[in-house]
């Protein structure tokens, strides 16, 4: 079974500065999805950004941007110029290639605060 | 863009009773949709995956007679909490994908928070 772990509980960042949230998973398989996912105190699940195992490039969306090292199995997420909206938990997730839509095995979650 | 509609965002309920949560999709059609529960400060931990025409897919773990899912048509699916206890307090979550394909975009609903007192 697949696994993700998140070993920061909690994270701080000052605005408009880098942050980075740490992610490893656990998988046998070659071909698959990780995905970092933002909850704010609405609850709502909001996707941040994706990756494709296949895919050499790291993802980039505006000011987020990941550090995908498939053979260390490590897909940290960089939040550039931290802006007070950021502040959330956020989740990494790992998701199948298989031949129909598969779930999301999600990690344990860090909290980002966002200080002034 | 793809939709994903939950209903009720909230609900009280007295233990022993039971409760039904709904999960629309609004603009496309899910043959399969994932449910979640979360408890505070938690992650999301999925209980089933719900498909459209035939039985859901439970996680083990979680009692399938406690947890009712029907996927009646392409765009609803259901979530029974039956003889509510006090336990099952959480925030549930569903999921769905746009598509068949791996590929697909997941598209969440707004969650339920459940409370049984």
């Known amino acids: 079974a697949q696994t993700v772990t998140q070993s920061q509980p909690e994270m701080s960042v000052q605005e408009a500065e880098t942050v980075t949230l740490s992610c490893t998973y656990d998988?046998?398989?070659?071909?698959?999805?990780l995905f970092w996912y933002k909850q704010p105190p609405s609850r709502q699940m909001i996707l941040v950004i994706r990756q494709e195992a296949y895919k050499q490039q790291n993802a980039t969306e505006n000011r987020f941007s990941v550090n995908f090292q498939k053979a260390a199995k490590s897909f940290s997420l960089k939040i550039s110029d931290s802006q007070l909206g950021d502040a959330a938990m956020y989740f990494c997730a790992y998701r199948r290639e298989t031949g129909t839509a598969s779930k999301l095995t999600f990690g344990t979650g860090t909290r980002l605060q966002v200080t002034l | 863009g793809a939709v994903v509609s939950q209903h009720p965002s909230r609900v009280i309920c007295k233990s022993g009773t039971s409760v039904k949560i709904e999960c629309r999709s609004l603009d496309f059609q899910a043959t399969t949709m994932f449910w979640y529960r979360q408890f505070p400060k938690q992650s999301l931990m999925l209980m089933a995956t719900?498909?459209?025409?035939?039985?859901?897919?439970?996680e083990q773990g979680v009692e399938k007679d406690k947890f009712l899912i029907n996927h009646a048509s392409l765009t609803l699916s259901t979530l029974t909490v039956t003889s509510a206890h006090p336990e099952d307090s959480s925030f549930y979550i569903c999921?769905?994908?746009?598509?068949?394909?791996?590929?697909?975009?997941?598209?969440f609903g707004n969650g339920t928070r459940l409370t049984v007192t």
């Open positions: 998988t046998s398989e070659s071909d698959y999805y």
């Open positions: 999921s769905a994908p746009t598509g068949m394909g791996p590929n697909s975009p997941l598209h």
């Open positions: 719900s498909n459209e025409g035939s039985k859901a897919t439970y």
